[in-house]
């Protein structure tokens, strides 16, 4: 391979020419280490995310305190709804409905997955 401004013959594994200094071609990427890992983010998100465990991961620390505050509060609901209709004896099994925020917290999870690309540093994930 020739360099495109001087003319001098250079090794094709080269990255700038020894001869004039001017880059012969893209050099790569370089890795940023410390960077986490976008495949463990989604697992997280997905399996975990009503908890805000593929927060904690990324390192948005108070989105993921919020997750488990609303979390808590919503399992604290669906326990009381269902003592109420187990031990109680209340008959109309408003149970299911309880479980509607359980769904959206997970669905709030799933959206940050699809959407956030980068840690609390903003590092992009590898």
């Known amino acids: 391979m020739f360099c495109k401004e001087c003319g001098y013959q250079i090794s094709d594994t ?5 001869e004039c200094g ?5 050099a790569p990427e370089p ?3 410390g960077a986490k890992n976008h ?22 620390t108070k989105r993921a305190v919020v997750q488990v505050f609303c979390s808590t509060l919503i399992g604290s609901l669906i326990l009381y709804e269902l003592y109420l209709s187990i ?18 917290m997970w669905i709030w999870g799933v959206v ?3 959407t956030v690309k980068k840690d ?6 590898s």
């Open 39 to 60: 495949s463990v983010y989604v697992v997280l998100g997905f399996f975990f995310g009503q908890i805000g465990a593929h927060n904690f991961y990324a390192g948005y």
């Open 22 to 26: 001017v880059p012969t071609r893209m």
């Open 14 to 18: 080269l990255t700038v020419c020894p």
């Open 112 to 114: 940050e997955i699809c």
């Open 87 to 104: 031990v109680a004896g209340d008959k109309e099994l408003p149970f299911i409905w309880s479980l509607l925020p359980n769904y959206a």
């Open 31 to 33: 890795r940023v280490i």
């Open 120 to 125: 609390a540093k903003g590092v992009k994930f």
